[in-house]
């Protein structure tokens, strides 16, 4: 077995980019690679590509917070897996030089599964933040967000996602309300009568908006959104601007 750690592309400490980023590491830990970054190029690098990852992906996808419980079990992997991969390698784990305290030891033949594992990590937690139409997580149990609705009214682009029992709405070139006027989201549960729901919501200046929907999508028929005086309304006065019928 070499005494060489490096691997093919460069420095044995790049696996550590991922977890660096993601805020994986202890203080400790993170000091240390902080002083090794300083030093590495190859990391650096490394650091950099991920970075801009995690720092131009939330941007892109509309931002909700992400479900504690959804990171607890992203780390829960992370740290089986990592467990492992450490029972393992041992063996094929020599070092010649001194290292950081705690430094966990992959062997080099393990090190880029169990970096692609992070970078699994990163890309769940990073779609927990932004929760987007589409978002699929594996596992019995894991909440699903799928998307009940999409559709274009004018030049609006619209689509209704659910998550467990709780919708969203996303909205592009949606035009402002009325001066002095927000968005309502009502619900047609098939009685004949809308139903309003708490849900008032006004759009950015660029058109769009990200709604989530209070109350249980559970039933509805449609969904249906006026524009309303400011603190709502409990009968629509005006025609919707949306209508949404989840599939
Ligand atoms: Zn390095």
């Not at 660096?20 to 400790?28: C, G, I, K, N, P």
């Not at 650096?44 to 990852?53: I, T």
């Not at 419980?69 to 001194?98: N, Q, T, Y």
């Amino acid at each position: 077995m070499s005494e060489s750690r490096a691997m093919p592309s460069g420095c044995h400490r790049g696996i550590d980019a991922g977890a660096y980023v993601l805020r994986a590491l202890s203080d400790e830990e993170s000091r240390f690679y902080v002083t090794h970054l300083a030093e590495c190029d190859h990391c650096r690098a490394e650091v950099d590509d991920l970075r801009l990852v995690v720092d131009t992906l939330p941007i892109a996808a509309p931002q909700t917070p992400p479900p504690a419980a959804l990171r607890r079990r992203i780390m829960a992997v992370v740290d089986a897996e990592a467990e492992l991969l450490l029972a393992a390698g041992p063996a094929a784990d020599r070092l010649s030089a001194p290292q950081a305290p705690r430094r966990r030891r992959l062997p080099a033949a393990l090190a880029n599964p169990w970096r692609s594992a992070l970078a699994g990590a990163l890309a769940c937690a990073l779609l927990g933040v932004g929760v987007v139409g589409g978002l699929i997580m594996e596992g019995s149990g894991a909440e699903q967000t799928k998307t009940l609705a999409a559709w274009a009214t004018g030049p609006a682009k619209a689509q209704l996602t659910q998550t467990g029992d709780s919708a969203s709405l996303q909205l592009s070139d949606m035009p402002s309300p009325p001066e002095g006027r927000v968005y309502q989201v009502w619900f047609d549960r098939g009685d004949g009568q809308l139903h309003p729901t708490r849900t008032l919501f006004n759009v950015r200046s660029d058109g769009r908006a990200k709604v989530a929907i209070e109350e249980s999508v559970a039933g509805v028929e449609r969904i249906l959104v006026t524009a309303e005086k400011s603190g709502g309304a409990l009968a629509p006065s005006t025609d919707p601007v949306i209508t949404a019928t989840p599939a």
